[in-house]
């Protein structure tokens, strides 16, 4: 099984700064097979990128997923208040899914 | 528009069966994959397995293998997850996901979450 471990677990972030995210695979995967969700208290996840770096349909581009390997970033370049939420990486390879365990971007 | 809509919130005792289930509209259920996806109180999300409607194939994390049976009603667009014999621990939301079409798409339309509750 491959592992996802997300960090921080917490990040305290002003409206207006940069938030980067990190999700580390227990071993090397294929870019193709990572994707990033956002989750709001009381809601659905939502897909930002999947293919690592692929935006899905309706997210600003001041989202970006970069990557490849075992080290994956999710970076917010400039923080809006609908950005804090929490932060779900996943991977798909093969038959076998597995999701990080999330990073939470609270208003400091 | 793509919908997935799922079933209404559930209160059980330990040991008895339930059946949630996700009823997909706007698209072609048996052309993608449909995931379950668990999240209990205050925690992440765990993927708890996935369907391919067209032809049955499933897979379970192995984490829930032999504790849940995932299944798909092609006739009436309809995916299920049952539980023979539910505990206390099985209480939590429970997402139905599609995967979008090619194997590098990630889940992109998600049902609103059905929440179980098991308690004596």
Known sequence: EIVLTQSPGTLSLS????????????????????????QKPG?????????????????????????????????ISRLEPEDFAVYYCQQYVGSFWTFGQGTKVEIK | EVQLEQSGAEVKKPGESLRI??????????????????????????????????????????????????????IISVAYLHWGSLKASDSAIYYCARRGMGVTQGLDFWGQGTLVTVSS
């Open chain 1, 15 to 38: 409206p207006g700064e940069r938030a980067s995210l990190s999700c580390r695979a227990s071993r090397s995967i294929s870019s193709n097979y990572i994707a990033w969700y956002q």
């Open chain 1, 43 to 75: 809601q659905s996840p939502r897909l930002l990128f999947y293919g690592a770096s692929s935006r899905a349909t309706g997210i600003p581009d001041r989202f970006r997923g970069t990557g490849s390997g075992t080290d994956y970033t999710l970076t």
């Open chain 2, 21 to 74: 289930s996700c009823e997909v509209s706007g698209y072609r259920f048996t052309d993608y994959w449909i995931a379950w996806v668990r999240q209990m109180p205050g925690k992440g999300l765990e993927w708890i397995g996935n369907i391919y409607p067209g032809d049955s194939d499933i897979t379970y994390s192995p984490s829930f293998e032999g504790q849940v049976t995932i299944s798909a009603d092609e």
